[in-house]
C-alpha cells in the first residue's frame, strides 16, 4: 500500500531525500514555481531527437455530441523520420495517417476507408514545407503543445497552481485548475462556431482539472485534463490524456510507398481542394 505512498505541498513533508516541501502560504508559490521551470524544459525536451513514441485520447461531449480520437506519434533516427497517426477511436475506418520520412522533400498521407473519394490511390503526397518550423507545428505533438500554453497561460493570469506530489520512484505529479475558457482559446480541441456559440459565459468559467506527471529525470510522461461542466442547461465533458511510451524502433515506421499507390499533391490549388473534401468530410462527422 505504501508502494505510492505520495507527499502533498499542502502539509509540510519530505520530499525526494533532501528536499523539502513547504506548507502553507507558501504551498501555492512552490508550485507554481515548479510548473514554470517544467513547461520552460518541456518545450525544448519535444524538440529533441531521441526515439520517442506517445499517445494522445481526446474524448469532448457536448450535452450529445461526442467526438473521440486517438494521435499516436512516432519519430525515429537523427534526423528523424515522423509518423503520426489519427485515429477515431467511434469508427475504424476514420483514420489518417502521415508519414515524413527523413530528409524527404515530401509528406505521405495513407487514408482510412472514409476518406477514399479523396484520391484514387491508398496514398497522398504533397510538399514537406514543416521542416524549418517549431516542433510545435508537427501534427503528432501539436494538441501536446496547446496543452502545456493553456497551462503556462493559465499560469501567467493567476490560475492553475494548486498541488504537488512526489512518489517513491522520483517521480512527480504536478496538478493545477484551468479554465475551459483558456482550453478553449488554446484550441486544445477545435469545435466549429455553432457549438461554440452553445457555450456561455458561465460555462467558459469552469475549471478542467490538469495533471502533469514527471519521470524521475524530470521528462514528461503523462498529461491528464478532465472536466464535467454543467451550466445553463447544457453539459461540457472532457477527458484529454496524453502518455510517453517506450522508445520505438524503425519497425514501427512505414515502407515509402511505391509511386503507383500515391496520388502527388503539386500545386496550391490541388491542395487546397483536398483540404477543402476533407473538411466537408469531417464536418459531417459525430
Known amino acids: 500500500m505504501l508502494g505510492a505512498l505520495l507527499i502533498l505541498v499542502t502539509a509540510c513533508a519530505p520530499g525526494r531525500s533532501g528536499t523539502a516541501i513547504p506548507d502553507g502560504d507558501a504551498a501555492a508559490a512552490y508550485v507554481s514555481d515548479k510548473f ?10 519535444l524538440g529533441e531527437t531521441e526515439p520517442r513514441r506517445s499517445t494522445h485520447r481526446s474524448f469532448t461531449r457536448i450535452d450529445e455530441k461526442k467526438a473521440d480520437s486517438t494521435i499516436t506519434a512516432i519519430q525515429v533516427g537523427s534526423p528523424p523520420s515522423r509518423l503520426y497517426k489519427n485515429h477515431s477511436n467511434r469508427d475504424s475506418s476514420d483514420y489518417r495517417d502521415y508519414f515524413h520520412p527523413a530528409g524527404s522533400d515530401v509528406e505521405y498521407t495513407y487514408l482510412g476507408p472514409v476518406y477514399k473519394t479523396l484520391a484514387p490511390t491508398p496514398w497522398v503526397s504533397q510538399p514537406y514545407t514543416s521542416g524549418g518550423y517549431d516542433i510545435c507545428f508537427w501534427g503528432g505533438y501539436t ?4 496543452m502545456l500554453d493553456t497551462i503556462s497561460s493559465s499560469l501567467k493570469n493567476g490560475h492553475a497552481a494548486k498541488q504537488a506530489k512526489s512518489f517513491q520512484d522520483g517521480s512527480i505529479e504536478l496538478t493545477a485548475e484551468v479554465t475551459l475558457r ?7 480541441v477545435i469545435l466549429p462556431d455553432w457549438i461554440l456559440a452553445q457555450i456561455t459565459e458561465e460555462m467558459q468559467n469552469g475549471i478542467i482539472e490538469t495533471k502533469v506527471r514527471l519521470d524521475p529525470e524530470g521528462k514528461l510522461k503523462e498529461i491528464r485534463m478532465n472536466g464535467l461542466i454543467e451550466a445553463d442547461g447544457h453539459e461540457f465533458e472532457v477527458k484529454e490524456h496524453y502518455q510517453v511510451l517506450d522508445p520505438p524502433t524503425e519497425e514501427d515506421l512505414p515502407k515509402v510507398p511505391p509511386k503507383d499507390q500515391v496520388t502527388a499533391l503539386t500545386t496550391d490549388a490541388e491542395i487546397d481542394d483536398y ?9 459531417s462527422g459525430g
Open 36 to 45: 514554470k521551470a517544467t513547461l520552460e524544459r518541456l518545450s525544448d525536451d
Open 143 to 146: 494538441m501536446v503543445c496547446r
Open 182 to 188: 483558456e482550453f478553449l482559446k488554446q484550441r486544445v
Open 275 to 283: 483540404y477543402n473534401r476533407m473538411g466537408e468530410i469531417t464536418s
